[in-house]
């Protein structure tokens, strides 16, 4: 099988541990042994290789999958790589063979130089040998499988005596051989079927006599992944993909079969065998690159004898058994990173341990290359652009990446997660726009925040940075919760008052609930409440409320979601003269607020800021009269590019009516915006809801079926265009409430 794991750079292995000694990788004969200050030269895999093969001289490797695969050989006495030419090609374990075809003809060529290569023309088999397929190689033996007289059977195809031989792995009469396994030096195990397909059998097969030797019953409902044999014992794994997966520990010879459960989660799938003297070696390979845990990824090996078992490595790419009994993997241990090691039996304590002899320089535990962490100290969120960049660039891209940030007062948080990890790049943005995870703008104030990118194969911990900063924003005339973006203020029947953001309101999703930053209760007593913006110079946004018997109430903005507002001050009585109430506009370009008003004989009156949160307001100056022609005005702030203030009011008739400002508290002569405005009940001016720079307006427009069981007043937005002959984009709805909350 190829099971291909790809790492992120080519391993240029460099010696370690004073170099490579015999026998675990011996030159070939008649080269000398390098001395011992000597530096071995480097061994290059390149990235994705598996190690096929590895014999006394070299090892056989292949990259790539399907018609880019790629394979090599690689000698370790000099480091020299050579790729093969294209085509199929298999390797023959524990030797230096590596095998190739040209149609029928397979050349098994000696890499390490000691014998001529043996060429092997399956086509003097006669018809029934083209048909067959090439299974593995075992020696200079070809085990290929194909079907006589309709049963599948396997054949053992070799050179002798210069002539090409096939020999039939007998069976009994009707039974046929499926599919094979390769189990070590010499044999390999075939699954044997009868006729009736009702039983089977794991049998192993002796090479050079072309016998099945023995074999071990198995359940007809049995999977079998894997299978090595050992001089004493056949082992193999059962059922890789199901909860009751095992090893079955077979003593040769017997029918005393011993099945030891393994309990480590995940799937076995892949997993392969490996013997080691009375020990075993399992893994699965690519844990390396795997996007979840699974304990059957790490190299571990169990004594055949005791049981005993432990782990060697986090993870192998491929695993093979070399010419001295031992194993070649490429794999990692957080300890030691990433490279090539061998796994051997130790000479004082006779137990498997790995040995790094080449390293790739690579880690094998997650680690940051670079990081991009959100800052410290004041953030001014508007000079940032609206964005806070973070993120990751990672040492392999399987990890799972994220930025949890927390707002200390009000305990929201949010969290960003990186890109889903898999395959390609290594680069992670975590960047921030400011909302949390419902759509919300984010509110200013004390935040800490964690990055933290996971291994996604679960090898190794976690990479961790924490911090903390405070975000700023300028205010905005209708931010009362000090997020930096627009409210709309909402009174229920009841007289609680609360806040909606405009942006987390044209974000949501159907039948998503909206936040709503709660103000407080016994509100009702006002018959008017008139956002202001700022008139106090603290530049949060403020309102005035007008109780019911006239006395008018200033409410100074604190900026804050928890306590928008300070507590009231009285600023006068005898405002009951007035209809009409409208603020939020500087209307005499000194850099304040003013309020404007109209009384029941259509006379609109001025009332200045001061900046004063005692006294807001100076005394009031006419403007003019005729003003009850309409029966609402809005003060917009700047919609046509001027730095004063403009207005809009509404006649009788819905049309529609632009009054520019001329920054001394008077107004150009009236232009006709448009009719149709008479559907809305109300036309709030709310600031830049879009973000663009201009203000907007919304509508609030009641459902008009009355036999709805929850009635909304729909919120429709006008853009600003910057245009004083058509200063707003035709309307967008922009999101829904209650039609019992009294907006403004």
């Known amino acids: 099988m190829n099971r291909t794991l790809a790492t992120t750079v080519a391993l240029v292995l460099a010696v370690t541990g004073g170099g490579l000694t015999a026998p675990a990788f011996a030159a070939p004969p008649g080269t000398p042994a390098p001395a011992p200050a000597e530096v071995a030269p480097p061994l290059t895999v390149p990235a994705g290789s598996e190690v096929v093969s590895a014999g006394r001289t070299g090892m056989f490797t292949r990259t790539g999958t399907g018609t880019g695969i790629v394979h090599r050989w690689t000698r370790y006495a000099d480091g020299v790589t050579t790729t093969l030419p294209a085509g199929t090609s298999w390797g023959s374990p524990g030797t230096d063979l590596v095998v190739s075809r040209a149609g029928a003809v397979y050349t098994l060529t000696d890499m390490g130089g000691a014998a001529k290569p043996v060429v092997i023309d399956t086509s003097v088999l006669g018809a029934s040998a083209a048909g067959y397929t090439l299974r ?66 794991l049998g192993v097969v002796d090479v050079a006599t072309g016998e099945v030797v023995e074999s071990y019953a198995l359940a007809y409902t049995t999977s079998v992944e894997s299978v090595t044999v050992t001089p004493t014992h056949a082992i193999w794994l059962e059922n890789a993909s199901s909860p009751d997966k095992r090893l079955v520990v077979a003593p040769r010879g017997t029918n005393q079969a011993q099945p030891v459960p393994l309990d480590s989660p995940g799937t076995a799938t892949g997993a392969v065998l490996h013997t080691l003297g009375d020990w075993i070696a399992h893994t699965k390979p690519g844990g390396g690159t795997a996007l979840s845990p699974n304990g059957f990824h790490q190299v571990t090996v169990r004594s055949v004898k005791t049981g005993a078992a432990f782990p060697l490595l986090d993870h192998a790419t491929s695993l093979a058994p070399d010419a001295d009994g031992g194993l070649l993997a490429v794999g990692g241990t957080l300890a030691q990173g990433e490279g090539l090691y061998r796994i051997a039996l130790d000479a004082d304590t006779g137990r498997p341990a790995a040995t790094l002899v080449r390293s790739s320089g690579q880690p094998t535990a997650l680690t940051a290359l670079t990081q991009t962490l959100p800052p410290t ?276 008739d819905g049309v529609l009516w632009l009054y520019l400002g001329r920054g001394d508290g008077t107004f150009a002569a009236r232009t006709r915006i448009g009719g149709g405005w008479q559907h809305y009940q109300q036309i709030l001016a709310v600031g830049d809801v879009d973000g663009d720079g201009r203000n907007d307006v919304v509508g609030e427009e009641v459902d008009g079926n009355p036999a709805a069981d929850s009635p909304q007043t729909a919120l429709l937005l006008h853009r600003g265009t910057g245009q004083w002959a058509t200063p707003f984009a035709p309307r967008q709805h922009t999101g829904s409430l209650w039609s019992d909350h009294q907006l403004h």
């Open 377 to 652: 100290g004041a953030v001014d969120f508007d000079r940032a652009g609206g964005r806070l960049p973070a993120g990751w660039t990672l040492s392999r891209p399987n990890a799972k990446t994220s930025l949890t940030l927390r707002h200390t007062a009000s305990g929201r948080t949010v969290k960003i997660t990186g890109k889903t990890p898999g395959e390609g790049a290594t680069t992670f943005p975590l960047d921030w726009n400011g909302l949390y995870d419902d759509g919300l703008p984010a509110h200013n104030g004390a935040y800490t925040w964690t990055m933290r990118a996971e291994p996604a194969n679960g090898v190794g911990p976690a990479v961790e940075r924490q911090g903390a900063f405070t975000l700023t924003r300028a205010p905005r005339p209708h931010d009362f919760d000090g997020n930096g973006s627009p409210d709309v203020l909402s009174r229920t029947e009841s007289g609680h008052l609360g806040a909606y953001d405009l942006r987390q309101l044209r974000s949501l999703k159907p039948f998503q609930q909206p936040y709503e930053a709660q103000i407080g209760g016994g509100w009702n007593i006002y018959d008017r409440i008139t956002p202001t913006g700022d008139l106090a110079g603290t530049r949060d946004a403020d309102l005035v409320a007008r109780d019911r018997s006239g006395v008018l109430w200033f409410y100074a903005g604190k900026g804050t979601h928890k306590a928008p507002f300070a507590p009231r001050t009285r600023i006068g009585g005898g405002w009951q003269v007035y209809d009409k109430l409208t603020g939020g506009s500087d209307l005499t370009g000194d850099g304040r607020n003013d309020l404007l008003a109209t009384d029941r004989s259509g006379v609109l009156w001025l009332y200045r800021g001061t900046g004063s949160a005692t006294a807001p307001f100076k005394p009031r100056v006419k403007i003019g009269g005729g003003w009850q022609v309409y029966n609402q005005i809005t003060a917009t702030g700047d919609l046509a590019g001027a730095a004063a203030g403009d207005l809009v009011a509404r006649d009788k």
């Open 136 to 201: 593995q190689v075992v020696g200079t033996t070809l085990v290929m499988s194909g079907r006589v007289d309709g049963v599948d059977r396997h054949h053992l195809v070799s050179l002798e005596d210069g002539e090409v031989v096939s020999r039939t792995v007998p069976l009994p009469e009707g039974w046929d051989s499926w599919r094979d396994y390769a189990t070590g030096p010499g044999t390999f195990a075939v699954i044997l079927r009868s006729p009736d397909t009702a039983s089977r059998r």
